[in-house]
DNA sequence: ACAGATACAACAATCGATTGCAATAGCTTT
DNA sequence: AAAGCTATTGCAATCGATTGTTGTATCTGT
């Protein structure tokens, strides 16, 4: 026997799991003795097959731990149980699933789904075909698409969603958007984090984040919406990456620079909040003693630090099942709508 | 028309895409004029076809934005390109998927994985049923399936490494198990925390964590190693839950009742060592003042904590790198062995 | 005892792509 | 000009389960 051959046999069946494996209807059919129609029916516990015969091909499946291929059933019914959760980072080449606001919300979305009887497979994507959406939701594999933050992908998104009805966005709503968005008024947390900053007597303010995803672009404009109503000067826009290994360095070197010109700082999110602050601790800088700094997203962490994080808060919990709800409509044939949440001013011990 | 009949067409032509949408290569194979098979080949670019009747069926297949099924495709070629990465919550009903550490693991199991054209299936647990590892392994959709943490399902999962090669799990190895694990040795890692606090002259340790998962068993077996070593008492066991949202109460109650009977506290987690100087500070006890704190995992947040956490190093992305290692390995059939890492101190300012 | 109903199971088409094999046409070689 | 190649394409089986249709006993009612 030739070596090559040898090695695929041997791992045929190295592979081939208990002695006398079942692969396939047809062979336990063969072994109950009816046919494989019978069999996917009695698999399935349907009332056409007689209970005896029920019983014994039930028994016999579970006996040599027989499971209908997935794959199969799939195909054959059209339905693939199966939710794609993608995480476009178009202008985030660098950054990992790692951050937390994002592993928030799957943590909640993968209840929901779970739940429902639904899995999720995970993309993180990194936009470099122009029909990288396409792709996803082309596949066949999926029932449906939940999309988290919009990055810089706004066309690619609107392009999909004009045929393709079952997907949800995580992102702000811009006036006549074909998707479906969930989330925050960001504009509105811009402004309530503003109002924070300025009524603790702040007057020269900074926004830390960055200006390419439309949601923080909105948290600047409502940070500056604030500065304006109150006759302060237009807040400042330093750019970051949102999570990634570079993030602390340059927030670090953010600090450094805007020096005392800078007396609050509203973060583009928690997490950037929380870089400002132990950025701001190393140099000596009190918070929120001389500079006050509010984060965003409110996740379960800003509570945990020291100090304690004064944040934006977006319910998480509330816009994953919204999230899932209207995927769930969608799927079901009606043309759910975007959902906008209020955020809440959550004051604690950073501003 | 019947009104079901029109509400099913409504949402028929609702769903078909961009007009005179091409559903399958079948149809795709009339409009070019050859047949299936011809198409088949080239989208696959096989030189089998013609260059020319390539180009033109390519160039059709583009125009009417057609992607062929991956679902029929891998029901035929029996390889699906996609990886299950399922955390089992055995012990934890109440756990989120939002415990940092696995979101870091994730993160660089997302970047092995879709670099090398895999997607991933993900899975949240819950282990009701017995079968619950041979039904994600059985249902066909997966080629290979990761594990992270083995939770108290150990026996479960050695069932199934019986048979089921393809899998790789995060966690400890005990000696003459089966199935592959990747991590680090966690009672080293125990015993150094524990020698960095006795180092600072703690003498009642306490470890707080759970001893149900075979990792954090292994870590507190560690710290107890190190206690007898230096002629201590035996550590206390204090139980929480590994990532809930009645985690940091939980603690808070153990702060709480243990008071000053402890000088040292050897977390199970980062997170939790995060909870438990959070809940020291708000009780005016000082850390590392009166209490030493210590870590385990060094998430790149806990060096971002304010004190930063004294905490036991576990390398995430070299782990996640020897995760798909040694599961690419198993797939292609050779019998990858379990790697352990070594755990190092970090020390910072927490102890 | 016979029409008609009922219960059960087999048959075969189907989902959509892949691929070994066969077939054809056009070319080369002797 | 017959034999042998090569390049290209079509045909049909296959992956494994689901499900509408058909077929056949068995049973009910008159």
């Not at 958007?177 to 969930?182: F, L, P, S």
Request: net charge neutral; charged share 20%.
């Amino acid at each position: 026997m030739a070596a090559a051959q040898k090695d695929l046999l041997k791992i045929m069946t190295e592979r081939a799991a208990p002695p006398g494996r079942i692969r396939n209807i047809a062979e336990l059919a063969k072994l109950v003795g009816v046919s494989a129609g019978t069999v996917s029916r009695a698999l399935a516990n349907s009332s056409l097959v007689n209970q005896e015969t029920r019983e014994r091909i039930q028994t016999l499946a579970r006996k040599h731990g027989f499971r209908p291929n997935q794959m199969a059933k799939r195909l054959r019914v059209q339905e693939t149980k199966v939710i794609g959760v993608v995480v476009p980072l178009g202008h985030e080449q660098r950054q990992h699933l790692s951050d937390p606001f994002f592993m928030a919300i799957l943590g909640h979305l993968a209840d929901a789904l779970t739940e429902s009887g639904y899995d999720i497979m995970l993309s993180r994507v990194i936009p470099d075909a122009e029909d990288w959406l396409e792709r996803i939701v082309d596949s066949g594999m999926l029932d449906g698409v939940l999309l988290i933050g919009q990055s810089n992908q706004f066309e690619a998104i609107e392009r999909v969603a004009a045929w393709y009805k079952p997907m949800v966005v995580w992102g702000s709503h811009r006036p006549g958007q074909v998707h479906c968005t969930v989330g925050v008024d960001n504009r509105l947390g811009g402004r309530l984090a503003g109002e924070c900053l300025i009524g603790q007597g702040r007057k020269r303010l900074a926004f830390m984040g960055e200006n390419v995803a439309p949601e923080l672009l909105e948290r600047y404009l409502g940070l500056c919406d604030a500065a304006k109503t109150s006759g302060l000067a237009v807040p400042l826009q330093l750019n970051t990456h949102l999570a990634s290994d570079i993030m602390a360095e340059e927030i670090a070197r953010h600090i450094d620079r805007i020096g005392a010109e800078v007396d609050g700082i509203a973060a583009g999110s928690d997490l950037i909040a929380m870089h400002a602050v132990r950025a701001l601790a190393d140099r000596g800088i009190a918070v929120p003693g001389q500079v006050s700094v509010t984060g965003f997203d409110d996740l379960p962490l800003a509570e945990q630090t020291i100090p304690r994080l004064t944040t934006i808060s977006q319910n998480i919990a509330e816009g994953a099942q919204a999230m899932v709800t209207a995927l769930f409509e969608r799927i079901g044939g009606t043309a759910a709508p975007s959902v906008e949440m209020a955020p809440t001013l959550i004051r604690r011990d950073t501003a």
